[in-house]
């Protein structure tokens, strides 16, 4: 039964409705493919139906989605995962190449607003159980193993390239290696930008499950679809709690984490 349907019955009078399902399944195509089957939203981003490369565009787009995934109280649980062999494929590096020293006042805050909310909101804004499915390697799996449940398959290695690659690391990968794994661990990460294969992933518990690749999504299904099977204010009083340890960290640290990447960021001359 829909949302819109639900409130007419309990005769919510006057509610504004949220947001189209179908509108925004189309507004965001270019990134991401969408499918809602019985409550459970699956978000598959993608870049002309093969993996997606990491870009300002992309940042900007996750951003815009989760505020109306958000929104739309007819999700129930969301499944993210990636296209094909990969999590992303690499970084568009045409995106990225304008030093950001030449960045107006305006491209930095966008910058900055999008980097924080992409997380925030799916730690502070969604309200339902949340799963990620790591298809495959690739950078900024920050989001991933933000989820309430995360898996993976056997060739995912997750790290944090920042400082090999010269920058601060606060866009908010380092923020969660040092809550799930500890700060000495996490540190290591960062300064040697040596990365953690799947199965010591597991082991120390910043993934659930290593899967093969074609078990991967069929899994994810199940767990959603278990997961349905239980009253709706259950489901998401669960997630409300899961989340309650990353929105203290997020409130403490996020921000001003990611504002120390940008200045550091800007203050290269020779990026290229």
């Not at 309990?10 to 965001?28: K, M, N």
């Not at 056997?154 to 920042?162: A, F, H, L, R, T």
């Not at 990353?246 to 001359?269: E, F, I, S």
Request: with cysteine.
């Amino acid at each position: 039964m829909s949302e819109s349907i639900t409130r007419r019955n309990h005769g919510l009078a006057g509610f504004l409705p949220g947001p189209s399902f179908e509108h925004y399944q189309a507004r965001f195509a270019e990134h991401f493919m969408l499918d809602r089957r019985d409550g459970i939203l699956t978000v598959r981003v993608h870049h002309d139906g093969e993996a997606a490369l990491w870009s300002r565009g992309l940042l900007n787009a996750w951003n815009l989605l989760l505020s109306e995934i958000s929104a739309d109280r007819d999700t129930e649980v969301v499944i993210i995962t990636g296209t094909g062999d990969a999590w992303l494929a690499g970084v568009d590096l045409a995106s990225f190449a304008e030093p950001m020293h030449r960045w107006s006042s305006d491209l930095i805050d966008e910058q900055y607003n999008d980097g924080v909310k992409l997380l925030e909101r799916i730690i502070h804004d969604l309200d339902v159980p949340t799963i990620a499915a790591i298809n495959g390697p690739g950078p900024r799996l920050e989001l991933p193993l933000l989820c309430d449940l995360t898996l993976c398959t056997p060739d995912v290695v997750i790290g944090d390239g920042n400082f090999r690659a010269g920058s601060a690391p606060g866009d908010g990968m380092h923020l969660v290696l040092h809550e799930l794994i500890g700060a000495k661990r996490a540190n290591h990460i960062v300064y040697t930008g040596e990365g953690v294969p799947a199965d010591r992933a597991r082991d120390l518990g910043l993934i659930n499950e290593v899967l093969p690749r074609h078990d991967l999504l069929p899994r994810a299904i199940h767990l959603a679809e278990s997961i349905m099977a239980k009253p709706r204010t259950a489901r998401r009083m669960t997630h409300r709690l899961a989340s309650r340890g990353w929105q203290r960290c997020m409130v403490a640290d996020l921000r001003n984490a990611y504002a120390h990447q940008l200045l550091t960021t800007a203050g290269h001359k020779d990026q290229t």
